[in-house]
């Protein structure tokens, strides 16, 4: 069965600095990977999607990367402000099996 | 919109009792899906709606059913509830297939099983 590995330890960086949260996947490559943030006590909110023939995906101050030899998708925050300390979770959707699969996530902890 | 709703936020059961959780959404999709969430664990898919009226089984369904009576509302019940089913609730919809567009959340509902 497929499985999802991320960070386990949280991640602690200095505001301003760019954050690089790792996800990475073993088998098959998905057709699409994802990304959201989960704040405390609340549900997870969606920040990015990428295809399996994307290599990269951009939005604002995120940056995504997706590499199907490495098995692993990258997640950077650039400019890292205190607000942008939450727990990030990447998703993996595949064909076959027409469900998401989450990662256990990774909590990024973002000082002043 | 309000979006993705959930009913009740928190709640503690006794070993055997029985609750019904219910998700409603607001945006007319077609997918819903109940999550849990445990520390480590990440979200575990339990059951899902690919449509009004239609059910299926995920990761962990064993302990819990489900239904999707209207189009805008997703139950899961726990007939009999158990210390293992002591965790976090989510509720989630989509338009399109799960993985292809955005995933929209509840805020969730935290059960402890006594």
């Known amino acids: 069965s497929q499985k999802i590995e991320q960070n386990s330890e949280a991640l602690n960086i200095q505001e301003g600095k760019t954050a690089t949260l790792t996800c990475n996947y073993t088998n098959y490559s998905p057709a699409y990977l994802q990304w959201y943030r989960q704040d405390p006590g609340r549900g997870p909110v969606f920040l990015l999607l990428i295809r399996e023939n994307e290599k990269e995906k951009r939005k604002e101050r995120l940056k995504v990367t997706f590499d199907t030899t490495l098995k692993q998708s990258l997640f950077h925050i650039t400019a890292s402000q205190p607000a942008d300390s939450a727990t990030y979770l990447c998703a993996l959707f595949y064909n076959q099996g027409g469900k998401l699969i989450f990662g256990q996530g990774t909590e990024l902890s973002v000082k002043p | ?114």
């Open chain 2, 1 to 114: 919109n309000a979006g993705v709703t959930q009913t009740p936020k928190f709640r503690v059961l006794k070993t055997g009792q029985s609750m019904t959780l219910l998700c409603a959404q607001d945006m007319n999709h077609e997918y819903m899906y109940w999550y849990r969430q445990d520390p480590g664990m990440g979200l575990r898919l339990i059951h899902y709606s690919v449509g009004e009226g239609t059910t299926a089984k995920g990761e962990v369904p064993d302990g819990y059913n489900v239904s999707r009576l209207k189009k805008q509302n997703f139950l899961l019940g726990l007939e009999s509830a158990a210390p293992s089913q002591t965790s976090v609730y989510f509720c989630a919809s989509n338009l399109g297939l799960a993985g292809t567009d955005t995933q929209y959340f509840g805020p969730g509902t935290r059960l402890t099983v006594l």
